[in-house]
Nanobody, 115 residues
Framework: VQLVESGGGLVQPGGSLRLSCAASGFPFSNYGMSWYRQVPGKEREWVARITNTGGSREYVNFVKGRFTISRDNAKNTVYLQMNSLKAEDTAVYLC?????????WGQGTQVIVSS
């Protein structure tokens, strides 16, 4: 299993970013996917999840209405569209998939929200 995130960067408060997670090594369309984020010194926290078909999506309260998770099963990629970004959204964002009893993580992509 390999997960490769991209799309992070520096953005001003109120701005937007679209993160991508390219997956390989497993039948992508069979598995739900999740995004997490981590700030140094704090626990990794769950942000959003999407079912294998994309038919159901869930979000942590503090991103509802601002972030949207989606997927393209033809491209083996899951996305996180982040709008109305706030300074407190600054973190490393990671995608995760649980395959055959193993939790798999990407290396993460850094998002910095600052003026």
């Amino acid at each position: 299993v390999q997960l490769v995130e991209s799309g992070g960067g520096l953005v001003q408060p109120g701005g937007s970013l679209r993160l991508s997670c390219a997956a390989s090594g497993f039948p992508f369309s069979n598995y739900g996917m999740s995004w997490y984020r981590q700030v140094p010194g704090k626990e990794r926290e769950w942000v959003a999840r999407i079912t294998n078909t994309g038919g159901s999506r869930e979000y942590v309260n503090f991103v509802k209405g601002r972030f949207t998770i989606s997927r393209d099963n033809a491209k083996n990629t899951v996305y996180l569209q982040m709008n109305s970004l706030k300074a407190e959204d600054t973190a490393v964002y990671l995608c995760m998939v649980f395959v055959r009893g193993v939790t798999n993580w990407g290396q993460g992509t850094q998002v910095i929200v600052s003026s």
